[in-house]
Nanobody, 132 residues
Framework: EVQLVESGGGWVQAGGSLRLSCAAS????????IGWFRQAPGKERELVSC????????NYKDSVKGRFTISADRAKNTVYLQMDRVNPQDTAAYYC?????????????????????????WGQGTQVTVSS
């Protein structure tokens, strides 16, 4: 059974940092794409960043480029989202989602990475609140 468990959310002041973790289990961590999505109150869920098992295949929403960094630790089957210089607009529930068996296609560089329904597995989410 595929499981994704997010952690690391919390409260932070504007300009501060948080690191979110997405611990994955139930699939081999050598052929996947994992996206971090977020949903703010009253807004649609949106992709923040994506990473796949293809080396160098990452993608970011424009508003987080240069502030957020996505990475993966294969030994721990975990994907991280390092959030630096956060601002109140980053306040949202953050979810990780996975698509497995992507066959090294640079999945995150494709249009499908931005589409929720392209991901088969989802975590429960972790809340991030940024105060000004």
């Amino acid at each position: 059974e595929v499981q994704l468990v997010e952690s690391g959310g919390g409260w932070v002041q504007a300009g501060g940092s948080l690191r979110l973790s997405c611990a994955a289990s139930g699939f081999t961590f050598d052929d996947y794409a994992i996206g971090w999505f977020r949903q703010a109150p009253g807004k649609e869920r949106e992709l923040v960043s994506c990473i796949s098992s293809t080396n160098g295949d990452t993608n970011y929403k424009d508003s987080v480029k240069g502030r957020f960094t996505i990475s993966a630790d294969r030994a721990k089957n975990t994907v991280y989202l390092q959030m630096d210089r956060v601002n109140p607009q980053d306040t949202a529930a953050y979810y990780c989602a996975a698509e497995i068996s992507v066959y090294s296609t640079r999945w995150c560089s494709q249009w499908r990475a931005w589409i929720e329904r392209e991901y088969d597995y989802w975590g429960q989410g972790t809340q991030v609140t940024v105060s000004s």
